[in-house]
């Protein structure tokens, strides 16, 4: 039979953390529940330990990231639940994420259905980071920044120090798994309203979600990123050359600038891709001396 652990990083979700994992009791009374307290400065540790979680604590707050990472390695699992303390995630959806699971995935996603976004401006944002990874991948991606999802455990283990301690956990991991060849699957889920106040600011976080994209990019295929710019800068720069050779009949350094900047980029775009080809395989590597030490 499957063991499950399931790991809900909380900061300050004193509000809500309680109800959240008496409902995961109640819905997996045989799985293994473990809270991360993130540094809080409420009573939210001991609150999740009275309800009948585990605790795992962090003496200050090291990002949401980190806490996903201290739960999955004190895990003794070998699937992974994670989903959010803030009583957005239904646990009741926990076991529809299994039997996807159970059908062959490595990873199951639950994917947020239309008016489950917190606001309308981080609803368009998770639609264009959609759409920009399924360019990237090749495959249809529902939801790339949830963070209810299940997964086998040693998979999952496997990309842990590639993955961020801020919140953009969920996109890394994603990636990763297709970047590596595993099966990525989803499940519709709702979302409730969250108890209490969002750790996460549109503007002050806004340049940290831009970044995403191109985290995006470098994760599973750089080129797929850096040759549509290449592409556009060489263009513009030859737009302006014809404009300026039949206006003035001259060569200018405008132009010579966009044409090596395009040249730049690809060679960019052409390491990078190296780079990401060594990382997943020095992962592959570590993974199969793995195996064979257990042998």
């Not at 009741?92 to 489950?116: C, F, H, K, N, T």
């Not at 283990?157 to 994603?174: A, C, D, R, V």
Request: charged share 20%.
């Amino acid at each position: 039979m499957t063991s499950v652990s399931v790991i809900i990083p909380a900061k300050n979700e004193s509000g809500a953390i309680g109800q959240v994992v008496d409902k995961v009791c109640h819905t997996l009374p045989d799985a293994e529940i473990i809270v991360v307290d993130d540094g809080s400065t409420d009573d939210t540790g001991p609150i999740a330990e009275a309800a009948g979680a585990r605790v795992v604590r962090h003496p200050y707050s090291m990002g949401n990231g980190a806490a996903i990472k201290s739960g999955a390695r004190a895990a003794k699992g070998s699937v992974f639940v994670f989903m959010d303390g803030d009583g957005q995630h239904d646990p009741a959806d926990i076991p529809r994420l299994l039997r996807r699971l159970d059908e062959g995935y490595d990873l199951i996603v639950g994917a947020r259905q239309r008016g489950s976004q917190a606001s309308v401006g981080r609803g368009l944002a998770n639609t264009f980071y959609n759409r920009l990874s399924s360019y990237m991948t090749g495959q249809q991606i529902e939801d790339l920044t949830s963070g209810f999802r299940a997964v086998r455990g040693a998979k999952f283990k496997e990309f842990m120090s590639l993955l961020p301690n801020g919140f953009s956990y969920p996109t890394t991991s994603t990636m990763a798994f297709f970047r590596a060849g595993y099966s990525v699957g989803y499940e519709p889920i709702d979302v409730a309203k969250r108890v209490g106040t969002s750790h996460i600011s549109l503007a002050k976080d806004g340049l940290r979600f831009l970044l995403i994209i191109f985290k995006i990019g470098s994760l599973y295929s750089p080129l797929k990123l850096f040759v549509p710019i290449s592409f556009l800068t060489f263009m513009t720069g030859l737009g302006y050359y014809m404009f300026t050779f039949f206006d003035q009949g001259r060569f200018t350094n405008m132009s010579g600038l966009l044409f090596t900047t395009s040249v730049l980029i690809f060679l960019m775009g052409l390491v990078s891709e190296q780079i990401t080809q060594l990382m997943y395989r020095d992962s592959a590597l570590d993974r199969s001396s793995g195996d064979n030490s257990v042998e």
